[in-house]
């Protein structure tokens, strides 16, 4: 299974002994494909660094960078599907060129993808993702 991680999620997975962290524990047992562009690795270093500090978010991002399930997409086309938070486009575009199973993410932004059929792309909140890693 391929995810596309939104960084409000990382920031909840990451933390040992966060309830979450399961999500993480299993991205590094390789129980699914974490897929990410260059957009979104700079932005997860920006969000940590400043939620955490910069030596998590060095050590994350290099974990990110040297782990064998981290598919490394490099989209040449921009869909932008959502109007809301064009931000939140560099998600999309990654899952949509991945074919990813889904993007998991908290942010009702992402609910504007529902009234597409192509591209068709599926959106899972933390919670439900949590539940998925814990059944594989």
């Not at 949590?130 to 594989?136: A, C, K, P, Y």
């Amino acid at each position: 299974m391929k995810i596309v991680l939104d960084t409000n999620c990382l920031v909840s997975v990451i933390m040992p002994g966060s309830y979450n962290n399961d999500v993480w524990q299993a991205f590094r047992n390789v129980k699914y494909v974490l897929c990410v562009t260059n957009e979104i690795l700079f932005e997860y270093h920006e969000i940590l660094a400043k939620r955490y500090n910069n030596l998590i978010a060095n050590t994350v991002l290099k974990e990110l960078i040297e782990s064998p399930n981290v598919e490394h997409i490099n989209p040449t086309f921009r869909f932008n599907l959502i109007t809301a938070d064009p931000d939140d486009n560099k998600s999309v575009d990654c899952a949509v060129i991945a074919g990813a199973t889904y993007i998991v993410s908290n942010d009702r932004h992402f609910r504007e993808l529902d009234r597409y059929d192509f591209p068709k792309v599926d959106v899972c909140n933390l919670s439900e993702f949590h539940d998925i890693v814990r059944s594989l």
